[in-house]
Structures are given as structure tokens and as C-alpha cells.
């Protein structure tokens, strides 16, 4: 086992469009508050919507802090619910980010496969946990931006050992405490399957 088997990164996403507070970094930073328990070393990181500094971010994680399991939060600007996200795709990255650049030929990872599973099986994730006042939905497109090429760069550098969970904009309901609090009930969840696999 080459990770430090208790620290757990979750990263959010600076402003970018219209979102000028973006409700995964506000999410991630309650949960910072909340934290994953006395056993787990939590670190966070804002990552900027710019697809080349995100994957430098998302490559230093790896090589740095080697972690069990790093945990991507991004907004998806129309859902209504909480969606985890199965597998990140390798092509098809053809939307600017907020330096107006895409990756050349819309590719993440020339030598990569086409698409890379989580490690962590969200399917039953989605059927074991439950967030009270708000949906969660099981997907495997993340949307071909850059939640997905995040995604996509953090399963191939820590060899499946990563997670993407989408959250809706805030709201009167949708605070950044309850998706704070939801971020960790999801997480822990998570953490569960990690224990089975290192038994």
C-alpha cells in the first residue's frame, strides 16, 4: 500500500461563469470544519477552473500527500440533487475553461484508457446512504468539463483511488453547511469501502 492510509484530500472549485461563490468549494470548506473523524487527516483544496492548473493540482496531491482516497466536489449548475460520479472519460474535452483554453485534441491523458472506474463502487454508495432533504443520483458521464477531467486525471494518477461528487448551486435549502454536512455522511460512507478493501 504506497498511500498514507488515513489522509483523505477533498478538493473544491474556485468561481468561474456566472458562479462567482461556487457551492463545491463553500461545501468543502464546512466540511473542513466538520471533519471525517479523529482517525482521518483531512486536507483540502480549492482547485481553479483551468484545466492544465487543475491537473498539476490534482498530479501534486498524488505525489505529495499520497492520500487513501482523494474526493473531487464540483457544481453541476442545474441539479437539484447530489450526484456521484462512477468514472471520469479521457476524450471529448472540447469546452473552454475559464482561461478560454481546451486540451489539445480535447484529450486528458494521451496514453490513458478511454475511461477509468472509481475504485470506490458508487452504485452501492447511492443504494446505502441517504442524505435527509435532498436527493442523491447515481451517474458514470461526469459531463466532459473540467469536474471530468479532474476526475479523470485523479483515478489515473492514484489508480482508481479517487471520487467526484456533483452538488447543486446554494439555495435557500441548499446551504454550504448542509452540503458540508452531506459531503461528510457521503465521505464516510466512502471511507467504509476503503476499510473493506485494506482488510
Not at 16 to 29: M, P
Not at 62 to 84: D, E, F, M, N, R
Not at 98 to 115: S, V
Request: charged share 20%.
Amino acid at each position: 500500500m504506497d498511500s498514507n492510509s488515513n489522509t483523505v484530500v477533498v478538493t473544491g472549485f474556485g468561481p468561474f461563469r456566472q458562479y462567482l461563490v461556487n457551492s463545491s468549494w463553500e461545501a468543502v470548506k464546512e466540511l473542513s470544519k466538520q471533519g471525517l473523524g479523529k482517525n482521518i487527516d483531512l486536507h483540502i483544496m480549492q482547485l481553479p477552473v483551468v484545466y492544465q492548473k487543475a491537473k498539476e493540482q490534482v498530479l501534486k496531491i498524488w505525489t505529495t500527500l499520497q492520500p487513501l482516497l482523494a474526493v473531487h466536489v464540483g457544481l453541476a449548475s442545474s441539479a437539484k440533487a447530489i450526484i456521484l460520479e462512477q468514472c471520469g472519460k479521457n476524450k471529448g474535452y472540447q469546452e473552454k475553461d475559464a482561461c478560454g483554453f481546451h486540451p489539445e485534441g480535447g484529450w486528458c491523458m494521451l496514453d490513458g484508457p478511454e475511461k477509468i472506474e472509481s475504485t470506490i463502487n458508487m452504485k452501492t454508495l447511492w443504494k446505502n446512504t441517504s442524505v435527509e432533504g435532498i436527493d442523491i443520483i447515481f451517474s458514470r458521464d461526469a459531463g466532459r468539463y473540467i469536474c471530468d477531467y479532474t476526475y479523470y486525471t485523479s483515478l489515473y494518477y492514484g489508480n482508481g483511488r479517487a471520487a467526484f461528487i456533483h452538488v447543486p448551486p446554494l439555495s435557500k435549502w441548499v446551504t454550504a453547511d448542509f452540503l458540508g454536512k452531506a459531503l461528510q455522511i457521503i465521505i464516510l460512507e466512502m471511507l467504509k469501502q476503503c476499510g473493506k478493501e485494506g482488510e
